[in-house]
């Protein structure tokens, strides 16, 4: 009987194929793993185990095959262990983990995302644009400048291509306009009346303003965010780490994404997160 590896809460070891430099203090890297990775959706995420170091939540950005792409930012010890491995070298990979976005087909999509919330944004353009969608989509990304832009030149190429509409911004102007990624938002809400959907994944403050924004518009349809910048151990639901108040909803298991609804009663959502303790504090 043939095991299964994947899905069974223990790490099974991958080997890094390939590493590319994405943006500033971010690179992409690409995993063969031993066996075929079932389907996938976007905002799903894995747990990876640098051995000896550390083990960490990363969204899957893409994968083909055995092959797990994904893309990740340099913050402190576990992903700079990462960024000091070559090709060739093993980590483990445990998942996949979480609930993903439900894309819906009546409504336009309107895709919003910063920093390292652009990876499970990725896999969801990727798999909509695949799945033949003829309508708009619409991607709205911001970052400080330029050289922080996660997925640009990628993004651009859609754009051209006239698959996706590309509304960028920084905060110095040096791509796109000179703004946050709720300028062109909200001008996008208040001139069209066709019914939307929002799919975010970011800084969660950018999140809950978009949220605050979004949800005095009729025509919003739906709400889903990925609140992935949060702490997270087990990544399966035991241990707690990542509960929101009031509801107890663990954001591993009953997220990382959720929708307009739940998020409207998560009193945690852009206030408080928690910190490895389990102590709350103040985003
Ligand atoms: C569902 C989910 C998906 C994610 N997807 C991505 C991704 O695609 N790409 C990416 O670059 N990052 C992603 N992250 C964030 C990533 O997990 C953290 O940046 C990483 O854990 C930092 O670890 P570190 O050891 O380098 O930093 P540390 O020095 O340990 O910590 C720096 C900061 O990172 C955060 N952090 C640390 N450990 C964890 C942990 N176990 N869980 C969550 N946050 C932690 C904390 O905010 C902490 O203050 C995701 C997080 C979650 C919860």
């Known amino acids: 009987m043939k095991t299964k590896l994947l899905f069974n809460n223990q790490p099974i070891m991958g080997k890094i194929i390939k590493i590319e430099n ?3 203090d971010t690179k992409n890297f690409f995993v063969e793993l031993p066996e075929k990775i079932p389907k996938v959706k976007a905002g799903q995420f894995v747990m990876v185990w640098v051995p000896g ?11 083909k095959g055995n092959i797990l792409e994904l893309g990740i930012a340099k913050v402190g010890e576990g992903t700079t262990a990462i960024f000091n491995k070559e090709e060739g070298d093993l980590i483990g990979i445990r ?5 993903g976005f439900a894309f819906r087909t009546d409504s336009i999509p309107l895709i919003i995302g910063g920093g390292f919330g652009m990876t499970p944004l990725k896999l969801l353009i990727q798999q909509i644009i695949e799945r033949g969608y003829n309508g708009e989509i619409h991607v709205f990304e911001g970052a400080r400048t330029k050289s922080r832009l996660m997925y640009y030149n990628w993004l651009q190429e859609l754009h051209d291509e006239r698959k996706i509409i590309f509304h960028v911004c920084t905060d110095d102007g040096s791509a796109g306009y000179k703004g946050f990624p709720t300028v062109d938002l909200e001008k996008f809400l208040q001139e069209n009346d066709k019914s939307c959907v929002i799919y975010s994944a970011g800084p969660e403050k950018m999140m ?12 919003v349809k739906d709400i889903q965010m990925s609140l992935a910048d949060r702490y997270m151990r087990c990544g399966y639901g035991l241990c707690g780490s990542c509960v929101v108040d009031p509801l107890g909803l663990r954001v591993c298991v009953d997220g990382p994404v959720f929708n307009a609804e739940q998020l409207e009663k ?8 928690r910190l490895p303790s389990g102590a709350k504090e103040l985003i």
Request: glycine content about 12%; some cysteine; overall charge negative.
């Open 22 to 24: 994405e943006c500033e």
């Open 266 to 273: 998560i009193e945690d959502f852009g206030k408080y997160k």
């Open 95 to 99: 998942g996949f983990y979480g609930k």
């Open 208 to 219: 809950k303003i978009i949220f605050d924004m979004a949800k005095n518009y009729p025509h």
């Open 53 to 63: 170091v550390d083990e960490f939540p990363i969204g899957v950005a893409g994968y």
